[in-house]
């Protein structure tokens, strides 16, 4: 088990002191991991726009339990995370206690540090993940909120530590997987990388505005039921060239009827099950075509298609221009 | 005749000047309506941070424009992403050197800064559809991370008007521009939306000028002066579609590069041969006629220089895998 305890603070300094509790230099503010306690890395940028983004790309061989001490409150850290191979993850914020069994876990939460913060994970966990660490103050004069204070000030400093969540879709794992693939010696790297975090704070601050000006809104799905859409999220968009399980089995890995499965599905992702495979592939699509400079045929096979034509009406269809005019 | 002088200044000042020159009320809002019998569409102009500002525009005047800057002290930087569908002409041009096109819609990302003394002068009646970043050198070396403004930005700007056809918009940078334009009033994230989009832009085409900095220097081993004439070749054959092009030996003569050279170049710089790139610049511009509504399928032709229209639909065909007519049936 790896035990490590710290008091509240920005990324970089809790990077540093992760580095030294397991022993290793930081080179270019990248902790890689050590052998012993896991594989991968943890990275923390300073933006120029004055906030500081950590993420990380690692798999733990170890047990890890972290705690934190509470904070001023006006720290805020926005987690986007995408761990596989959970068996249990139990989350202590304040007095609260969250435990969770499910092997997927992967969404967005906003916290403040008003409380304090113990997790235990378990070892052979693989966790991509992306955070923003800001504080209030910056955040109301960056997002230039204005007119909308009250909204956000309640948001902000509410006590409850975990204040809006999110599940992560296709739009936010592009955007994870654009950060977690530029390279330093990008000619605007420094640019790139905020656009990216900018992005994903945008996208997450509508849906927080939302909920906002309506409490009841959410996905209207309990708990539990959430959880197991992640899992079934989780395998419709991990192999985008092969066909999809069919939706008798989806039903049986998510323990519901067909219809069920359907309709729970749809409130959580906002498509059906089909439709959201298909929107996924034409988004990578547009990401392979645009970042990787792959020709259209190589992005077609990559994707499954077996006919080029149904690709490019596939892709037509979606975003209205052809794959060839990207 | 308007002309603007352009100042470096906050969105209120610019669109009172604005509304001034051009004769229409203005009433304090981030935007001017442009209405008869000045002309048509909107101007917008919203400032998203300190020293970065956008503007936003969608007109047709009825008068002759000239817009001129003067160079300054305080540096200033212009990123345009404009659609100029010229109908007659429009002159840029940019410390003394300038580019006149006539006919044919200019469609491109390009980069001004006031270190020059720049000037764009529009006929009336020409549609101009704009998204306009501008940005002080603090601002984006500051949002580069960087602490001078980059070789690359300079070699760009050293080309002063031949760089204005490096960078066409293309279906990226007009998913952008579209996004930009679906600005809501109401939204609580609106400063947020479009500094987010703005930045996207200036990031995209500072990748892609590093990007083709590099290439031309490190790949093509090209000297500065050759891109120039391979550029100058360029815009001879984008120029005016209704007569013939000049032969690849008279193109040889004009540029003094022999003709193996010129070809080969020319196909590294602009991905086609020479033949091939106008026939493509050719279609692209007919397909914008036909798209405009305002053209048959012959007046298309015959603007882009073919006398048979049977001739003109098979290149089409070709092109686009879609005869003229099905697109205009689309439409």
Redesign the interface.
Known sequence: MFDFSYDYCDHLTYLNLLAQRMGVPLVDNTLWLPAGIGSGYIKVVQL??GIQVLFNECTIHQAFNVRRQAGDGHGLTLRFDDIRNLQSLSVKIGEELIEDATPVYSGAYLTNNAASLQYTINEGIQDNCVNLYFNTQWFKQ????G??DDFWEAALTAPVAAIYFEVLTLEYRELMEEIFELKPS???????L??RA??M??KF??GL?RKINNPAYGYGVPEDELKRMMQIEALLVSHLGVAPPPVSELAKIAMMSVTKLKTTFKKVYQHGLYEYYQKNRMLKARHLL?TKKATVKEVGIELGFKNLSNFTIAFKKEFN?LPS?? | MIILDLKHTDSKTLLQTLAQLINVPYHGADYIAITPPAGTGIIKVIDVAEELQVLLIDVTLNKYFVGKRSPGNHHFYGLHFEQVLVTDAAIFSVDGETLQKKNTLHAVARLTSNMFYNSEEITAHTPVKAVKVFFSERWLT????VNNA?E?LRQYLMLKTESFDMEPL???YLRLMDEIWAVRKDD??????L??RA??L??RF??R???KAGMVHRVFNLSEDEIQRLIKVEQLLAGDFTEAPPTIDAFSKMVSMSSTKLKKSFKEVYGNSIYSYYQKLRMERARELLLSGDFSIRQAAKAVGYVNTANFISAFKKQYSVLPGELIEKI
């Open positions: 120029t726009n960056y997002a230039g909120i007119q909308h990008h000619p605007v790297y420094m640019a790139a905020q656009n900018m992005l704070l945008e601050l509508r505005y645009t221009i005019q990207v | 500051h949002y580069l991370g980059t690359a293309d279906a990226e609580p994230l609106q400063n947020m939306y500094r987010n930045t996207l200036i990031e500072f990748t000028l590093h990007q």
